[in-house]
Protein backbone atom coordinates (compact mmCIF):
# COMPACT_ATOMS: atom_id res chain seq x y z
CA UNK A 1 0.00 0.00 0.00
CA UNK A 2 1.33 3.30 -0.98
CA UNK A 3 2.51 6.07 2.17
CA UNK A 4 -0.29 8.32 2.72
CA UNK A 5 -0.50 11.87 1.16
CA UNK A 6 0.66 14.61 3.90
CA UNK A 7 -1.92 17.35 3.83
CA UNK A 8 -0.81 20.89 5.26
CA UNK A 9 -3.62 21.73 8.11
CA UNK A 10 -6.66 22.91 6.10
CA UNK A 11 -7.23 26.34 6.61
CA UNK A 12 -10.72 28.23 6.00
CA UNK A 13 -12.55 31.19 7.01
CA UNK A 14 -13.59 32.21 10.49
CA UNK A 15 -17.05 30.74 11.50
CA UNK A 16 -18.11 33.47 14.09
CA UNK A 17 -20.82 35.59 13.05
CA UNK A 18 -19.49 39.30 12.42
CA UNK A 19 -21.39 42.20 11.76
CA UNK A 20 -21.01 44.20 8.40
CA UNK A 21 -19.28 42.04 5.99
CA UNK A 22 -19.77 38.48 6.04
CA UNK A 23 -18.02 37.25 2.90
CA UNK A 24 -15.74 33.85 3.13
CA UNK A 25 -12.45 34.91 3.03
CA UNK A 26 -10.38 32.19 1.10
CA UNK A 27 -7.31 30.82 3.07
CA UNK A 28 -7.73 32.30 6.08
CA UNK A 29 -5.83 30.68 9.15
CA UNK A 30 -8.35 30.10 11.81
CA UNK A 31 -7.43 31.45 15.11
CA UNK A 32 -5.38 29.54 17.75
CA UNK A 33 -5.66 29.13 21.13
CA UNK A 34 -2.78 29.12 23.58
CA UNK A 35 -1.84 26.11 25.64
CA UNK A 36 -1.40 25.72 28.96
CA UNK A 37 2.69 25.14 28.29
CA UNK A 38 5.01 27.11 30.84
CA UNK A 39 2.46 27.59 33.47
CA UNK A 40 3.57 28.68 37.30
CA UNK A 41 2.80 26.80 39.98
CA UNK A 42 -0.24 28.89 41.02
CA UNK A 43 -1.51 28.95 37.48
CA UNK A 44 -1.76 25.44 37.23
CA UNK A 45 -3.29 24.93 40.65
CA UNK A 46 -5.93 27.87 39.18
CA UNK A 47 -6.31 25.49 36.43
CA UNK A 48 -6.83 22.53 38.37
CA UNK A 49 -9.73 24.26 40.20
CA UNK A 50 -10.79 25.10 37.00
CA UNK A 51 -10.51 21.29 35.70
CA UNK A 52 -12.81 20.64 39.18
CA UNK A 53 -15.52 22.87 38.33
CA UNK A 54 -16.25 21.72 35.15
CA UNK A 55 -19.80 20.23 34.07
CA UNK A 56 -21.29 22.94 36.97
CA UNK A 57 -22.91 26.19 36.97
CA UNK A 58 -19.91 27.59 38.06
CA UNK A 59 -18.05 26.78 34.77
CA UNK A 60 -21.03 28.41 32.83
CA UNK A 61 -20.47 31.84 34.53
CA UNK A 62 -17.22 31.63 34.41
CA UNK A 63 -17.16 31.55 30.34
CA UNK A 64 -20.21 33.77 29.93
CA UNK A 65 -18.95 36.35 27.54
CA UNK A 66 -15.14 35.33 27.68
CA UNK A 67 -14.68 33.20 24.53
CA UNK A 68 -16.27 34.92 21.02
CA UNK A 69 -18.19 32.00 19.35
CA UNK A 70 -16.41 30.41 16.65
CA UNK A 71 -15.07 27.17 15.34
CA UNK A 72 -10.98 27.61 15.25
CA UNK A 73 -10.11 25.29 12.54
CA UNK A 74 -11.73 22.74 9.78
CA UNK A 75 -10.33 18.84 10.31
CA UNK A 76 -9.56 17.40 7.39
CA UNK A 77 -11.89 13.96 6.66
CA UNK A 78 -9.79 12.00 4.55
CA UNK A 79 -12.40 9.06 4.47
CA UNK A 80 -14.24 9.00 1.09
CA UNK A 81 -17.95 8.73 0.98
CA UNK A 82 -19.92 7.03 -0.81
CA UNK A 83 -20.50 8.83 -4.47
CA UNK A 84 -24.09 6.86 -4.90
CA UNK A 85 -25.41 7.88 -2.02
CA UNK A 86 -23.98 11.69 -2.43
CA UNK A 87 -25.51 11.44 -5.74
CA UNK A 88 -28.83 10.71 -4.30
CA UNK A 89 -28.71 13.66 -2.19
CA UNK A 90 -28.47 16.23 -5.11
CA UNK A 91 -30.62 14.60 -6.77
CA UNK A 92 -33.28 15.07 -3.90
CA UNK A 93 -33.25 12.22 -1.81
CA UNK A 94 -31.41 10.26 1.13
CA UNK A 95 -30.07 6.71 0.35
CA UNK A 96 -29.37 3.96 2.39
CA UNK A 97 -29.22 0.08 1.53
CA UNK A 98 -32.07 0.23 -1.06
CA UNK A 99 -34.02 2.56 0.98
CA UNK A 100 -34.98 6.07 0.01
CA UNK A 101 -36.28 8.77 1.82
CA UNK A 102 -37.16 12.38 0.02
CA UNK A 103 -35.63 15.35 1.32
CA UNK A 104 -38.18 17.65 1.00
CA UNK A 105 -40.66 16.25 2.74
CA UNK A 106 -38.46 15.42 5.42
CA UNK A 107 -39.74 15.65 9.00
CA UNK A 108 -37.12 14.95 11.77
CA UNK A 109 -40.00 14.71 14.38
CA UNK A 110 -41.42 11.80 12.36
CA UNK A 111 -38.75 9.58 11.05
CA UNK A 112 -40.80 6.63 9.67
CA UNK A 113 -37.58 4.30 8.76
CA UNK A 114 -35.42 1.66 10.82
CA UNK A 115 -32.50 2.50 13.22
CA UNK A 116 -29.53 2.49 11.15
CA UNK A 117 -31.10 4.74 8.45
CA UNK A 118 -31.99 7.24 10.93
CA UNK A 119 -28.60 6.92 12.67
CA UNK A 120 -27.22 7.72 9.54
CA UNK A 121 -29.25 11.39 9.41
CA UNK A 122 -29.26 12.52 13.05
CA UNK A 123 -25.41 11.60 12.78
CA UNK A 124 -24.98 13.89 9.82
CA UNK A 125 -22.80 10.99 8.24
CA UNK A 126 -24.29 12.34 4.50
CA UNK A 127 -22.38 15.24 4.98
CA UNK A 128 -19.40 12.75 3.72
CA UNK A 129 -21.05 11.21 1.06
CA UNK A 130 -22.60 14.71 0.31
CA UNK A 131 -19.01 16.61 0.25
CA UNK A 132 -17.96 13.50 -1.77
CA UNK A 133 -20.21 13.83 -4.90
CA UNK A 134 -20.22 17.86 -5.10
CA UNK A 135 -18.61 20.85 -5.00
CA UNK A 136 -19.29 23.45 -1.95
CA UNK A 137 -21.40 25.65 -3.53
CA UNK A 138 -23.34 22.91 -5.16
CA UNK A 139 -23.86 21.18 -1.76
CA UNK A 140 -24.11 23.93 0.79
CA UNK A 141 -27.62 24.86 -0.51
CA UNK A 142 -28.61 20.80 0.26
CA UNK A 143 -26.53 20.64 3.65
CA UNK A 144 -27.92 24.17 4.86
CA UNK A 145 -31.74 22.67 4.14
CA UNK A 146 -31.52 19.50 5.71
CA UNK A 147 -29.85 20.90 8.61
CA UNK A 148 -32.32 23.56 8.92
CA UNK A 149 -34.95 21.06 9.41
CA UNK A 150 -33.03 19.07 12.21
CA UNK A 151 -32.50 22.55 14.39
CA UNK A 152 -36.30 22.60 13.96
CA UNK A 153 -37.54 19.64 15.19
CA UNK A 154 -34.06 18.82 17.55
CA UNK A 155 -32.04 21.98 18.90
CA UNK A 156 -34.01 23.02 22.40
CA UNK A 157 -35.35 19.94 23.31
CA UNK A 158 -32.60 16.88 23.67
CA UNK A 159 -34.18 13.36 22.79
CA UNK A 160 -33.18 10.24 21.65
CA UNK A 161 -32.20 8.83 19.09
CA UNK A 162 -31.12 12.09 17.89
CA UNK A 163 -29.25 13.00 20.82
CA UNK A 164 -28.22 9.49 21.80
CA UNK A 165 -23.93 10.03 22.53
CA UNK A 166 -23.20 8.39 19.94
CA UNK A 167 -25.12 9.72 17.61
CA UNK A 168 -24.53 13.10 18.79
CA UNK A 169 -20.33 12.15 18.97
CA UNK A 170 -20.50 11.22 15.17
CA UNK A 171 -22.39 14.45 14.98
CA UNK A 172 -20.19 16.79 16.16
CA UNK A 173 -17.07 15.05 14.25
CA UNK A 174 -18.97 15.22 10.79
CA UNK A 175 -20.43 19.18 11.78
CA UNK A 176 -17.14 20.14 12.32
CA UNK A 177 -15.12 18.42 9.25
CA UNK A 178 -17.41 19.67 6.80
CA UNK A 179 -18.31 23.02 8.30
CA UNK A 180 -18.14 24.35 5.01
CA UNK A 181 -21.28 22.99 3.84
CA UNK A 182 -23.42 23.76 6.86
CA UNK A 183 -22.08 27.36 7.51
CA UNK A 184 -21.45 28.90 4.25
CA UNK A 185 -25.25 30.38 4.72
CA UNK A 186 -25.05 34.55 4.65
CA UNK A 187 -28.19 34.34 7.41
CA UNK A 188 -26.24 35.16 10.70
CA UNK A 189 -28.81 33.78 12.86
CA UNK A 190 -28.45 30.68 11.64
CA UNK A 191 -25.28 30.57 12.01
CA UNK A 192 -25.02 31.26 15.07
CA UNK A 193 -27.65 29.07 16.16
CA UNK A 194 -25.61 26.02 14.46
CA UNK A 195 -22.58 27.25 16.43
CA UNK A 196 -24.66 27.54 19.51
CA UNK A 197 -25.83 23.83 18.64
CA UNK A 198 -22.22 22.63 18.18
CA UNK A 199 -21.01 24.07 21.45
CA UNK A 200 -24.65 22.40 23.29
CA UNK A 201 -23.64 19.24 22.02
CA UNK A 202 -19.98 19.76 23.71
CA UNK A 203 -21.91 20.13 27.11
CA UNK A 204 -24.49 17.42 26.42
CA UNK A 205 -21.78 14.46 25.56
CA UNK A 206 -19.56 16.38 28.94
CA UNK A 207 -22.77 14.74 30.79
CA UNK A 208 -23.61 11.58 28.72
CA UNK A 209 -20.44 9.90 27.56
CA UNK A 210 -19.94 7.47 29.91
CA UNK A 211 -23.63 6.22 30.34
CA UNK A 212 -23.07 5.35 26.56
CA UNK A 213 -23.09 1.20 25.96
CA UNK A 214 -19.27 0.07 26.01
CA UNK A 215 -17.20 -0.27 23.12
CA UNK A 216 -17.94 1.74 19.96
CA UNK A 217 -20.81 4.23 21.14
CA UNK A 218 -18.96 5.40 24.30
CA UNK A 219 -15.72 5.68 22.51
CA UNK A 220 -17.43 8.14 19.54
CA UNK A 221 -18.94 10.12 22.88
CA UNK A 222 -15.47 10.67 24.03
CA UNK A 223 -14.14 11.73 20.79
CA UNK A 224 -16.74 14.05 20.09
CA UNK A 225 -16.22 15.22 23.41
CA UNK A 226 -11.98 15.73 22.71
CA UNK A 227 -12.82 17.27 19.20
CA UNK A 228 -15.14 20.01 21.13
CA UNK A 229 -12.30 20.76 23.56
CA UNK A 230 -9.78 21.17 20.45
CA UNK A 231 -12.16 23.68 18.13
CA UNK A 232 -14.34 25.54 20.70
CA UNK A 233 -12.49 28.42 22.24
CA UNK A 234 -12.06 27.98 26.12
CA UNK A 235 -11.78 24.08 25.56
CA UNK A 236 -8.81 23.87 28.15
CA UNK A 237 -10.33 22.08 30.89
CA UNK A 238 -12.57 19.87 28.83
CA UNK A 239 -10.01 18.78 26.60
CA UNK A 240 -8.06 17.30 30.34
CA UNK A 241 -11.33 15.68 31.51
CA UNK A 242 -11.96 14.39 27.84
CA UNK A 243 -8.47 12.80 27.09
CA UNK A 244 -8.93 10.90 30.26
CA UNK A 245 -12.37 9.98 29.34
CA UNK A 246 -10.92 8.88 26.20
CA UNK A 247 -8.37 6.69 27.92
CA UNK A 248 -10.71 4.83 29.59
CA UNK A 249 -13.40 4.12 26.11
CA UNK A 250 -10.36 3.01 24.82
CA UNK A 251 -8.81 0.58 27.73
CA UNK A 252 -12.76 -0.72 28.09
CA UNK A 253 -13.76 -0.59 24.25
CA UNK A 254 -10.65 -2.75 23.00
CA UNK A 255 -9.20 -6.25 24.34
CA UNK A 256 -5.16 -5.98 24.66
CA UNK A 257 -4.72 -7.70 21.10
CA UNK A 258 -6.31 -4.57 19.31
CA UNK A 259 -10.06 -6.05 18.89
CA UNK A 260 -12.94 -4.43 19.66
CA UNK A 261 -15.53 -5.96 22.77
CA UNK A 262 -18.28 -6.11 20.24
CA UNK A 263 -16.49 -8.28 17.79
CA UNK A 264 -17.62 -6.90 14.97
CA UNK A 265 -15.10 -6.27 11.85
CA UNK A 266 -17.53 -3.48 10.79
CA UNK A 267 -17.46 -1.83 14.80
CA UNK A 268 -13.63 -2.25 14.33
CA UNK A 269 -13.79 -0.51 10.89
CA UNK A 270 -15.54 2.57 12.35
CA UNK A 271 -12.97 2.59 15.77
CA UNK A 272 -10.03 2.70 13.06
CA UNK A 273 -11.99 5.60 11.59
CA UNK A 274 -13.14 7.40 14.26
CA UNK A 275 -9.72 7.53 16.25
CA UNK A 276 -7.99 8.74 12.62
CA UNK A 277 -10.58 11.66 12.83
CA UNK A 278 -9.87 12.74 16.00
CA UNK A 279 -6.36 12.63 15.40
CA UNK A 280 -6.96 14.64 12.12
CA UNK A 281 -8.33 17.56 14.68
CA UNK A 282 -4.76 17.26 17.12
CA UNK A 283 -2.87 17.61 13.25
CA UNK A 284 -5.27 20.73 12.36
CA UNK A 285 -4.60 22.77 15.39
CA UNK A 286 -1.31 21.34 15.53
CA UNK A 287 -1.10 19.59 19.15
CA UNK A 288 0.17 16.35 19.81
CA UNK A 289 -2.07 13.49 20.47
CA UNK A 290 -2.35 11.74 23.39
CA UNK A 291 -0.05 8.32 23.96
CA UNK A 292 -3.71 6.29 24.47
CA UNK A 293 -5.09 7.77 20.98
CA UNK A 294 -1.44 6.60 19.28
CA UNK A 295 -1.52 3.22 21.52
CA UNK A 296 -5.18 2.89 20.17
CA UNK A 297 -4.71 2.78 16.66
CA UNK A 298 -1.28 0.76 16.93
CA UNK A 299 -3.06 -1.63 18.32
CA UNK A 300 -6.59 -2.03 16.55
CA UNK A 301 -5.08 -1.37 13.11
CA UNK A 302 -3.35 -4.98 13.40
CA UNK A 303 -6.53 -6.61 14.38
CA UNK A 304 -8.76 -5.18 11.88
CA UNK A 305 -5.97 -6.28 9.20
CA UNK A 306 -6.19 -9.84 10.55
CA UNK A 307 -9.43 -10.55 8.68
CA UNK A 308 -8.57 -9.23 5.66
CA UNK A 309 -8.66 -11.87 2.59
CA UNK A 310 -6.83 -11.94 -0.46
CA UNK A 311 -8.42 -8.96 -2.22
CA UNK A 312 -8.13 -6.53 0.65
CA UNK A 313 -11.83 -6.88 1.94
CA UNK A 314 -12.97 -8.32 5.14
CA UNK A 315 -14.43 -11.62 6.37
CA UNK A 316 -18.18 -11.97 7.11
CA UNK A 317 -17.88 -12.18 10.85
CA UNK A 318 -20.63 -11.28 13.87
CA UNK A 319 -23.29 -9.32 11.59
CA UNK A 320 -20.94 -7.48 9.41
CA UNK A 321 -20.71 -7.74 5.93
CA UNK A 322 -18.16 -7.78 3.27
CA UNK A 323 -16.76 -4.73 3.69
CA UNK A 324 -15.15 -3.65 0.26
CA UNK A 325 -11.07 -3.66 -0.48
CA UNK A 326 -10.99 0.37 -1.04
CA UNK A 327 -13.34 1.28 2.31
CA UNK A 328 -10.49 -1.03 3.92
CA UNK A 329 -7.74 0.86 2.10
CA UNK A 330 -8.63 4.48 2.65
CA UNK A 331 -9.57 3.64 6.43
CA UNK A 332 -6.09 1.82 6.96
CA UNK A 333 -4.32 5.04 5.15
CA UNK A 334 -6.46 7.67 6.93
CA UNK A 335 -4.83 6.09 10.55
CA UNK A 336 -1.50 5.92 9.07
CA UNK A 337 -0.26 2.84 10.46
CA UNK A 338 2.10 0.88 8.39
CA UNK A 339 1.89 -2.89 9.96
CA UNK A 340 1.55 -6.54 9.15
CA UNK A 341 -2.22 -8.73 9.92
CA UNK A 342 -2.52 -9.83 13.07
CA UNK A 343 -2.50 -13.47 13.48
CA UNK A 344 -3.61 -14.80 16.69
CA UNK A 345 -6.21 -12.43 18.24
CA UNK A 346 -6.89 -14.50 21.15
CA UNK A 347 -8.82 -11.94 23.41
CA UNK A 348 -10.71 -10.46 20.36
CA UNK A 349 -11.09 -14.12 19.48
CA UNK A 350 -10.29 -14.57 15.62
CA UNK A 351 -7.21 -17.08 14.43
CA UNK A 352 -5.87 -16.37 10.84
CA UNK A 353 -3.93 -19.16 8.74
CA UNK A 354 -1.88 -17.69 5.82
CA UNK A 355 0.09 -19.72 3.16
CA UNK A 356 1.06 -18.86 -0.03
CA UNK A 357 -1.81 -16.97 -1.69
CA UNK A 358 -4.40 -19.06 0.84
CA UNK A 359 -6.05 -17.28 3.55
CA UNK A 360 -7.98 -19.32 6.42
CA UNK A 361 -9.75 -17.16 8.84
CA UNK A 362 -11.56 -18.68 11.84
CA UNK A 363 -14.01 -17.76 14.84
CA UNK A 364 -12.28 -19.16 17.68
CA UNK A 365 -14.23 -17.56 20.75
CA UNK A 366 -17.51 -17.40 22.42
CA UNK A 367 -19.71 -14.39 20.82
CA UNK A 368 -19.76 -11.35 22.20
CA UNK A 369 -22.23 -10.56 25.37
CA UNK A 370 -25.45 -9.49 24.03
CA UNK A 371 -25.05 -5.74 25.68
CA UNK A 372 -21.90 -5.40 23.64
CA UNK A 373 -23.90 -5.87 20.18
CA UNK A 374 -27.08 -5.94 18.98
CA UNK A 375 -26.49 -8.01 15.72
CA UNK A 376 -23.74 -11.04 17.40
CA UNK A 377 -23.70 -14.34 15.91
CA UNK A 378 -23.54 -17.88 17.27
CA UNK A 379 -20.58 -18.60 15.12
CA UNK A 380 -18.17 -20.40 17.11
CA UNK A 381 -15.58 -22.47 15.11
CA UNK A 382 -16.58 -21.23 11.75
CA UNK A 383 -14.15 -20.91 8.87
CA UNK A 384 -13.70 -18.38 5.94
CA UNK A 385 -10.84 -19.49 2.93
CA UNK A 386 -9.92 -17.27 0.07
CA UNK A 387 -7.56 -17.58 -2.79
CA UNK A 388 -5.52 -14.81 -3.31
CA UNK A 389 -8.35 -12.16 -4.58
CA UNK A 390 -11.02 -14.79 -4.79
CA UNK A 391 -12.98 -15.86 -2.20
CA UNK A 392 -13.70 -19.92 -2.32
CA UNK A 393 -15.72 -20.04 1.46
CA UNK A 394 -17.76 -17.60 3.18
CA UNK A 395 -20.44 -16.97 6.31
CA UNK A 396 -23.57 -15.48 5.56
CA UNK A 397 -22.96 -12.42 6.83
CA UNK A 398 -25.02 -8.75 6.77
CA UNK A 399 -27.34 -9.66 9.84
CA UNK A 400 -26.52 -5.97 10.75
CA UNK A 401 -26.82 -4.26 8.02
CA UNK A 402 -30.61 -4.33 7.81
CA UNK A 403 -32.91 -2.33 5.01
CA UNK A 404 -34.77 -2.79 1.98
CA UNK A 405 -32.79 -5.59 0.87
CA UNK A 406 -32.34 -7.32 4.12
CA UNK A 407 -35.91 -7.44 6.41
CA UNK A 408 -35.72 -8.20 9.99
CA UNK A 409 -36.60 -11.85 9.84
CA UNK A 410 -33.73 -12.06 7.52
CA UNK A 411 -31.14 -10.57 9.53
CA UNK A 412 -32.20 -12.41 12.68
CA UNK A 413 -31.91 -15.67 10.17
CA UNK A 414 -28.34 -14.87 9.50
CA UNK A 415 -27.00 -14.84 12.87
CA UNK A 416 -27.73 -18.69 13.26
CA UNK A 417 -25.38 -21.20 12.96
CA UNK A 418 -26.17 -22.37 10.14
CA UNK A 419 -25.51 -18.98 8.22
CA UNK A 420 -22.22 -19.89 8.70
CA UNK A 421 -19.22 -22.57 7.51
CA UNK A 422 -19.16 -24.85 10.52
CA UNK A 423 -21.01 -27.74 12.02
CA UNK A 424 -24.56 -27.67 13.19
CA UNK A 425 -26.01 -29.96 15.44
CA UNK A 426 -29.89 -31.11 15.68
CA UNK A 427 -30.34 -27.73 13.36
CA UNK A 428 -29.62 -25.96 16.64
CA UNK A 429 -27.78 -22.53 17.49
CA UNK A 430 -24.51 -23.00 19.44
CA UNK A 431 -25.35 -19.81 21.18
CA UNK A 432 -29.14 -19.60 21.69
CA UNK A 433 -30.87 -16.70 19.89
CA UNK A 434 -33.42 -15.46 21.68
CA UNK A 435 -36.91 -13.95 21.04
CA UNK A 436 -36.15 -10.61 21.74
CA UNK A 437 -32.94 -10.51 19.21
CA UNK A 438 -30.54 -11.06 22.20
CA UNK A 439 -28.17 -13.92 22.51
CA UNK A 440 -29.04 -16.75 25.47
CA UNK A 441 -26.99 -19.45 26.53
CA UNK A 442 -24.92 -21.17 25.10
CA UNK A 443 -20.91 -20.84 24.20
CA UNK A 444 -19.01 -20.23 27.81
CA UNK A 445 -15.60 -21.67 26.96
CA UNK A 446 -13.13 -22.31 24.19
CA UNK A 447 -9.87 -24.13 24.30
CA UNK A 448 -7.77 -23.45 21.52
CA UNK A 449 -4.26 -24.79 20.96
CA UNK A 450 -2.21 -23.31 17.75
CA UNK A 451 1.17 -24.54 16.48
CA UNK A 452 2.84 -23.78 13.20
CA UNK A 453 4.92 -26.50 11.51
CA UNK A 454 7.72 -26.91 9.31
CA UNK A 455 4.97 -28.53 6.63
CA UNK A 456 2.45 -25.94 7.69
CA UNK A 457 0.02 -24.71 10.29
CA UNK A 458 -2.31 -26.86 13.11
CA UNK A 459 -4.92 -25.53 14.71
CA UNK A 460 -7.31 -27.55 17.64
CA UNK A 461 -10.83 -25.72 18.76
CA UNK A 462 -13.29 -26.66 20.82
CA UNK A 463 -16.28 -25.60 22.25
CA UNK A 464 -19.24 -26.18 24.83
CA UNK A 465 -22.14 -24.36 23.09
CA UNK A 466 -23.92 -27.89 22.98
CA UNK A 467 -23.31 -29.32 26.27
CA UNK A 468 -25.96 -27.78 28.10
CA UNK A 469 -28.59 -29.44 25.95
CA UNK A 470 -27.47 -32.17 24.19
CA UNK A 471 -24.22 -32.95 26.33
CA UNK A 472 -21.37 -32.86 23.17
CA UNK A 473 -18.38 -31.12 22.81
CA UNK A 474 -17.46 -29.63 19.33
CA UNK A 475 -14.12 -29.74 18.32
CA UNK A 476 -12.77 -28.92 15.20
CA UNK A 477 -8.93 -29.82 14.04
CA UNK A 478 -7.57 -27.49 10.75
CA UNK A 479 -4.14 -27.87 9.40
CA UNK A 480 -2.95 -26.13 6.47
CA UNK A 481 0.12 -27.01 3.97
CA UNK A 482 2.66 -24.84 3.53
CA UNK A 483 1.88 -23.71 0.48
CA UNK A 484 -1.44 -23.20 1.42
CA UNK A 485 -2.85 -25.46 -1.21
CA UNK A 486 -4.67 -28.00 1.36
CA UNK A 487 -6.39 -27.42 4.25
CA UNK A 488 -7.39 -30.75 6.14
CA UNK A 489 -10.62 -30.69 8.77
CA UNK A 490 -11.86 -32.98 11.37
CA UNK A 491 -15.18 -32.04 13.26
CA UNK A 492 -15.65 -34.26 16.70
CA UNK A 493 -18.52 -34.70 18.61
CA UNK A 494 -17.48 -36.23 21.50
CA UNK A 495 -19.81 -36.69 25.12
CA UNK A 496 -18.97 -34.10 27.74
CA UNK A 497 -17.68 -35.53 30.85
CA UNK A 498 -20.10 -35.30 34.00
CA UNK A 499 -23.03 -35.69 31.65
CA UNK A 500 -25.34 -38.32 31.00
CA UNK A 501 -24.83 -40.29 28.05
CA UNK A 502 -26.11 -38.05 24.90
CA UNK A 503 -28.11 -39.27 22.34
CA UNK A 504 -28.03 -39.61 18.85
CA UNK A 505 -28.46 -36.74 16.85
CA UNK A 506 -28.38 -35.29 13.00
CA UNK A 507 -25.70 -33.32 12.11
CA UNK A 508 -24.93 -31.32 9.52
CA UNK A 509 -21.61 -29.42 8.71
CA UNK A 510 -22.17 -26.68 6.15
CA UNK A 511 -19.28 -24.72 3.81
CA UNK A 512 -21.30 -21.71 2.36
CA UNK A 513 -19.82 -20.85 -1.22
CA UNK A 514 -18.58 -17.37 -2.38
CA UNK A 515 -20.56 -16.08 -5.65
CA UNK A 516 -18.68 -17.16 -8.58
CA UNK A 517 -17.79 -20.78 -7.10
CA UNK A 518 -20.10 -23.31 -8.82
CA UNK A 519 -19.76 -27.09 -7.48
CA UNK A 520 -19.89 -30.12 -9.34
CA UNK A 521 -21.14 -33.06 -6.70
CA UNK A 522 -18.90 -36.46 -7.62
CA UNK A 523 -20.79 -39.49 -8.06
CA UNK A 524 -20.49 -41.43 -4.95
CA UNK A 525 -21.88 -38.08 -3.55
CA UNK A 526 -18.72 -37.51 -1.19
CA UNK A 527 -16.75 -34.98 -2.48
CA UNK A 528 -17.46 -31.63 -5.02
CA UNK A 529 -14.94 -29.40 -7.42
CA UNK A 530 -15.32 -26.27 -7.04
CA UNK A 531 -14.59 -23.98 -10.02
CA UNK A 532 -14.59 -20.32 -9.10
CA UNK A 533 -15.30 -18.04 -11.76
CA UNK A 534 -12.04 -17.01 -13.77
CA UNK A 535 -10.02 -18.58 -10.53
CA UNK A 536 -8.34 -21.95 -9.66
CA UNK A 537 -10.27 -25.38 -9.03
CA UNK A 538 -10.51 -26.65 -5.96
CA UNK A 539 -11.80 -29.84 -4.77
CA UNK A 540 -13.63 -30.83 -1.66
CA UNK A 541 -13.76 -34.03 0.40
CA UNK A 542 -16.18 -35.43 2.69
CA UNK A 543 -14.89 -38.65 4.82
CA UNK A 544 -18.15 -39.57 6.18
CA UNK A 545 -22.06 -39.05 5.77
CA UNK A 546 -23.67 -37.75 2.60
CA UNK A 547 -22.75 -34.95 0.78
CA UNK A 548 -25.39 -32.43 -0.94
CA UNK A 549 -25.61 -28.83 -2.59
CA UNK A 550 -27.90 -26.30 -1.42
CA UNK A 551 -29.10 -22.47 -1.82
CA UNK A 552 -27.37 -19.91 0.16
CA UNK A 553 -27.07 -15.90 0.20
CA UNK A 554 -23.63 -13.72 0.57
CA UNK A 555 -24.21 -10.46 2.01
CA UNK A 556 -21.87 -7.79 0.29
CA UNK A 557 -20.49 -4.85 2.48
CA UNK A 558 -23.76 -2.70 1.18
CA UNK A 559 -26.43 -4.72 3.11
CA UNK A 560 -26.94 -6.40 -0.82
CA UNK A 561 -27.70 -10.02 -0.96
CA UNK A 562 -26.15 -12.11 -3.25
CA UNK A 563 -27.31 -15.76 -4.32
CA UNK A 564 -25.27 -18.77 -3.97
CA UNK A 565 -24.64 -22.39 -2.81
CA UNK A 566 -23.60 -24.42 0.11
CA UNK A 567 -22.34 -27.90 0.55
CA UNK A 568 -24.08 -29.59 3.28
CA UNK A 569 -22.15 -33.18 4.53
CA UNK A 570 -25.53 -34.90 6.54
CA UNK A 571 -23.97 -37.57 9.00
CA UNK A 572 -25.12 -38.32 13.15
CA UNK A 573 -23.76 -38.03 16.65
CA UNK A 574 -23.15 -41.16 18.19
CA UNK A 575 -23.65 -41.46 21.80
CA UNK A 576 -20.10 -43.07 22.11
CA UNK A 577 -18.93 -39.83 19.96
CA UNK A 578 -18.49 -39.42 16.29
CA UNK A 579 -16.46 -37.11 13.68
CA UNK A 580 -16.23 -36.38 10.18
CA UNK A 581 -13.09 -35.48 8.35
CA UNK A 582 -12.92 -33.32 5.24
CA UNK A 583 -10.47 -31.68 2.66
CA UNK A 584 -9.87 -28.78 0.25
CA UNK A 585 -7.43 -29.37 -2.10
CA UNK A 586 -5.92 -26.92 -5.01
CA UNK A 587 -5.91 -29.15 -8.01
CA UNK A 588 -5.61 -26.61 -11.03
Known amino acids: MSEPRRLPPRSTQDFAPQAGDDSIEQGKRLIRVADDKGLSLAQKIANQFYLLSWKTPIHGRKLKGKYPLKLLAVPDDAIPGDRRAGAAIRTGYFLMRGQKLPIDTLDFTRLSIGQSFADYLHSFRWLRDLAGSASREQGAPIAESVMRKWLSAHHETPSEPAWRA ?209 AGCASTGAIEISDGPLRLIVNCGGAALEGAWIPRDLAQGLRTTAAHSTLVLNDSNSTALLPDGTLGKGVTEVELNRQELDNGSRLDLSHDGYVRRMGYVHRRLLLMSGDGKEIRGEDMLTPAERRRKPSKQPVQLRFHLAPGVEPTLTADNMGALLRIDLGPLWQFRAGAGLLTVEDSLWVDGDGRPHPTRQLVVTAEALPGGSNIGWIFKRVG
Open 166 to 374: DNAGWRLLFWTAHAPLILSSSDLVYRSLVLNCIARTARHLDRSADKAPMGLPRLVAWCGIVAASLLIPGGGPRKLFGEAGLKRAIDTGFHADGGIVSRSPLAQTEAVMLLSMLRAVYDVRRETPPACLIDGLTRAVPALLGLTHGDGGLGSWQGAGAIAPDMVAAVIEASRVRTRPLRQARDWGYQRLAAGATVLQIDAAPPPVARLAE
